[in-house]
RNA sequence: GGCCCUGUCGUCUAGUCUGGUCUAGGACACGAGCUUUUCAAGCUCGGUACACGGGUUCGAAUCCCGUCGGGGCUGCCA
């Protein structure tokens, strides 16, 4: 290949829309995109559909609407409009998006000049090279049965020899392949493996090495109409003109595969760059067995989106300095393709954990309650701007998650129920602690409700906490007022809540004793 | 089985290319303490790792060889 004109940078990511976006792909996605940042180079999505059977619209629309959400915006690719979820956008509309979708949806459903970048799109693209390979002697049908095919593998295999296909249907004359297959017989499309060795020199491995020897003659596709995946890969990686390809190590030995394709098919060289799995706790390919692996399940479990890539850059990678908060920017500036690790890493939903909650107290209420609310709702609680934005203040130091927020900040909108035992503190009588709540109220009520603030509150108090003491004094208030053991600080709830939701609780705790 | 990748605290990692400053640094988690009206947060302190065995060298986590361990692939999936 001609090394000698310098091409742009152009990287891709390709997920097949086969189930909810993963995270192990979002790493994947993220070190292409910051690749392509780095470099003032292009960030292309191409969706890898050629699976008629498990490819789904739904999977591909919740492909691109969490790369969306996690502000991994794409400048070539299906177009990023398709992935507004409008709420009517489902059952009825069925019928309606398969209309149009034969025609008019199709043309205009993506940006960039290299397209279609859907797979299923580009059939006839990838048969013109099929019939060249051909043409060529470079690839022929195949009509050995599965069953064969089968035995075939057992047999090597049980002889202590690479399970490899023997190239049986190598030497059958373009012609009668073609006249079998007319004929009906069933049959696939394989490419001759040439049996030398393929070296290339991988960003992160250095250099790997394959013999072609043990490959065999690989299927390209099902049929003219029906590539498979190292084809189809192949043959868009040339004509969307990607220099670079990164992608997770379990695509290693598919590289040589793919060269040899584009050493027959006279194709540009390309980079490569097999970054490390991401794995469960017993170190096997990260999976729903042990955690949640799906993007949904994060966002829905109320992680914040740069929390989830800043711990995601860190898996297999780490900046020259000790510092572990980056936000997108840092990690642009100081990600190194050349840096990251070569072995697998464990998911350690404990660290993500200590991130999100770092990136949870460095906003601000105000943005904390648009994030809040969506949680809010699913538990039916709406309240006013202001008053969520103080709730999340109150109680943003301690919670890992804005689910967890939602969580904890329940009883500011609704007082649970508890028993009396709550209200006493240590081995105080029911009396003392009644006697206590009284007396605070009546310390409260002196306030103007304009001025029932946490510092005016505390000084009202002050006194009486002086005299009788501070668990005394504002352990039953806090019971009183959040029905739970551990909460914010009293006088903050109070401040939140108000003079008058503040005296109904207390009076509430009164009457329990 | 074969091919390929890989191996520093429980986990993520710094250091390995360019041997000494590494009796191995940071972070999460864990434990203790401080703070304290609860739970957190915060602060301070602490324990734990160079897979193993040989070599080379004055000196090896770093270089060489071997062993063992882990993973991926081995699909008419991607």
Redesign the pocket.
Known sequence: MTATQKRGVRVRF???P?GFLHVGSVRTALFNWIFAKQNSGKFILRI?D??KE?SKPEYEKNILESLKWLGLDWDEGPSPNGAQNNADDTQNNAEKSQRESASSRRKSAYIGDYGPYRQSERIKIYRNYIERLIGEGRAYRCF???EQ?ESD?QTM?AE?L???YGGRCRNIKKEDGEKRMKNGE?C?IRFVVPETDVEFNDLV???????GE?MGDM?IA?SEDE????F??TIDDELMEITHVIRA??????TPKQIFLQQALNFREIKYA?I??I?N?????MSKRYLESSVNDYRSGGYLPEAMLNFLS?????P?E?K?ILGIDEIIKEFDIK?V??????F?I??L??IN??YI?KKTNTELAALLRIFLENKNIDAEDEFVAKVAGAEK???KTIAELAEAAEFFFKLPDYGPELLT?KNRTAAETKNAINESLKMLDEIPEEKFAREEIGNALQQLIEKTG??EV??PI?AALSGQ???????EIMGILGKKETERRLKIAMKKL
Do not use: M
């Open positions: 390709a997920p097949s086969t890898e050629t699976d498990r050995c049965s599965k095919l593998r295999l202590g690479p399970p490899k069933a696939v491995r250095g250099n790997v090495k394959f013999s043990l299927i099902k590539p498979l995946y190292n189809a890969a190590e379990e695509h290693l030995s598919n097999h490390p799995l794995l706790p017993d170190r096997s390919k860190l898996l297999g990678w780490h020259k000790e572990e840096r690790q070569k072995a697998g890493a464990v350690n404990e660290k954990n200590w909650s770092q107290k130091e301690r919670v503190w501070r668990g504002l352990w806090r053991k551990a909460s914010p600080d009293p006088l």
